[in-house]
């Protein structure tokens, strides 16, 4: 739920620049309780989805917060992700979208971590808000072997305790150096271009389940529509609210 909260808000963003360069006014900047100043395209939307169990939305604002649902599902690409991907296959090993890795291979997609401060090539609107600047974009630990992440410089390796970078490429070569049937395989990583390399570190597996021989990094736009699951579930919830005059109560 984080991860929409945070999508609503490159959304916003994207939407008041547009308005910007077409010489329309912007929806007027509101105070989230989320993110603090943002358009108010869906701040109400953001405002409303629970970060824990308990709370209710009255029927008056679920149709509001419905008619900004609705606004967001429109087709139109926004901010950015970054993903890891098998080079051969092109399935992915890890995405990061709003500022969250949404599916890493290694443990489902249910993973969520801090990304660091995103700088260009995102353009300027697409700045995080400041709540998310205390991320770190792994999506892999060791303590014994570095923790493994994707920012937008590319795929890295950080030593844990003083978080130096061990590696960091965005096209490189692995090679398992241990089973690939045991508990935690280890790999050795090498970046043929830049003469990096390091061994010994969690091997990489991407979503069908192998093992990449050649990996590299993509920034990728973003589309509502990989919110579906969220978005289906908001319009029944606030359709029911409205027709029946019941609040949507979070549990």
């Given at each position: ?154 795929f890295f390796v950080r030593r844990r305790g003083d978080a130096q970078v061990l590696f960091r490429s965005t096209a490189f ?78 549990c």
């Amino acid at each position: 739920m984080n991860g929409f909260a945070e999508a609503l808000w490159f959304r916003g963003q994207h939407l008041a620049q547009a308005a910007r360069l077409l010489g329309e006014a912007p929806a007027p900047t509101v105070r989230s309780r989320r993110f603090g100043p943002m358009p108010g395209y869906f701040a109400l939307l953001a405002d409303a989805l629970p970060t824990h169990n308990g709370g209710e939305v009255p029927p008056a604002m679920a149709r509001r917060i419905g008619r900004q649902r609705d606004l967001f599902e429109q087709n139109a690409s926004f901010g950015a992700k970054f993903v890891l991907l098998n080079a051969d296959t092109d399935e992915p090993v890890a995405t990061i979208r709003s500022g969250r890795p949404v599916w890493n291979a290694l443990y489902g997609p249910e993973v969520w971590a801090r990304l660091a401060d995103l700088a260009p090539p995102l353009p300027d609107w697409a700045l995080f808000p400041a709540g998310l600047r205390d991320s770190d974009g792994c999506f892999a630990w060791s303590a014994e072997h570095g923790d493994e992440g994707i920012d937008e410089v590319g795929f890295f390796v950080r030593r844990r305790g003083d978080a130096q970078v061990l590696f960091r490429s965005t096209a490189f070569h692995q090679r398992l150096l241990t089973s690939a049937d045991g508990p935690a395989p280890l790999a050795h990583l090498a970046d043929p271009l830049r003469r990096r390399a390091i061994d010994g570190v969690p091997a990489l597996r991407d979503e069908a389940g192998r093992w990449p021989r050649r990996l590299r990094v993509e920034q990728q736009p973003q589309w509502p529509h990989e919110y579906a699951g969220l978005l289906n579930a908001l319009h029944h919830l606030c359709l029911a609210s409205s027709q029946y005059g019941q609040p949507i109560v979070w549990c």
